[in-house]
């Protein structure tokens, strides 16, 4: 897997996972156990591929600003709220000279009693466009997780059936590493 992120929305879950390989040029394994995922709040977490430098910066940044964000107003951002948040970070630091060369899947569970899906999983990429799916991937996983996650994707999926799912998507990418 070359710096795969994957996530998996279920009806009351959010699955993400990684690979730990950090790669250069392709080719090259530089590191094997790169952690991606970062924790936004209490219920939000964030994974991201990309230029490692600008990874753990970007991603850095939007977790302090979310802490901040609770501690000024009192009130936890939700899921959506944090991607909207990102995604328009990500889409302003392209308009500097500053822009941050990284993908994003950000996945939480939200407390609010208004929202219909408690369960939300976006994706963002490195121009800053957000959509919200059921089955998102960065990297060379997503030609392949998205196709699997098209077929055996159903609206009230079960955590047993996400990981076997996700268990699905990790054979099929062990056959080409």
Same mark, same amino acid.
């Given at each position: 897997?070359?710096?795969?992120?994957?996530?998996?929305?279920?009806? *009351?879950?959010?699955?993400?996972?990684? *690979?730990?390989?950090?790669?250069?040029?392709?080719?090259l394994?530089? $590191?094997?156990?790169?952690?991606?995922? %970062?924790?936004?709040?209490?219920?939000?977490?964030?994974?991201?591929?990309?230029?490692?430098? *600008?990874?753990?910066?970007?991603?850095?940044?939007?977790? $302090?600003?979310?802490?901040?964000?609770?501690?000024?107003?009192?009130?936890?951002?939700?899921?959506?709220?944090?991607?909207? %948040?990102?995604?328009?970070?990500?889409?302003?630091?392209?308009?500097?000279?500053n822009?941050?060369?990284?993908?994003?899947?950000?996945?939480?569970?939200?407390?609010?009693?208004?929202?219909?899906q $408690?369960?939300?999983? %976006?994706?963002? *990429?490195?121009?800053?466009?957000?959509?919200?799916?059921?089955?998102v991937?960065?990297?060379?996983?997503? %030609?392949?997780?998205?196709?699997?996650?098209? $077929?055996?994707?159903?609206?009230?999926?079960?955590?047993?059936e996400?990981?076997?799912?996700?268990?699905?998507?990790?054979?099929?990418?062990?056959?080409?590493v």
């Open positions: 897997m070359v710096e795969s992120i994957i996530g998996i929305r279920g009806k *009351d879950f959010i699955l993400l996972a990684q *690979d730990a390989n950090t790669t250069k040029y392709g080719i394994n530089m $590191k094997f156990d790169t952690n991606r995922l %970062f924790k936004l709040s209490e219920h939000c977490a964030m994974l991201a591929s990309g230029e490692p430098g *600008d990874v753990v910066q970007f991603a850095e940044y939007v977790g $302090k600003n979310i802490q901040l964000y609770k501690m000024i107003n009192g009130i936890e951002l939700s899921p959506y709220a944090c991607a909207n %948040f990102t995604r328009h970070e990500m889409a302003y630091s392209l308009r500097s000279r822009s941050y060369l990284a993908n994003l899947i950000i996945g939480g569970f939200s407390t609010n009693d208004s929202d219909q $408690k369960a939300q999983l %976006f994706a963002i *990429d490195y121009l800053g466009a957000m959509i919200s799916a059921n089955v991937a960065h990297g060379f996983c997503q %030609f392949f997780a998205l196709g699997v996650g098209d $077929k055996l994707w159903k609206e009230n999926m079960t955590l047993e996400g990981l076997h799912m996700l268990q699905i998507i990790v054979n099929e990418l062990g056959m080409f």
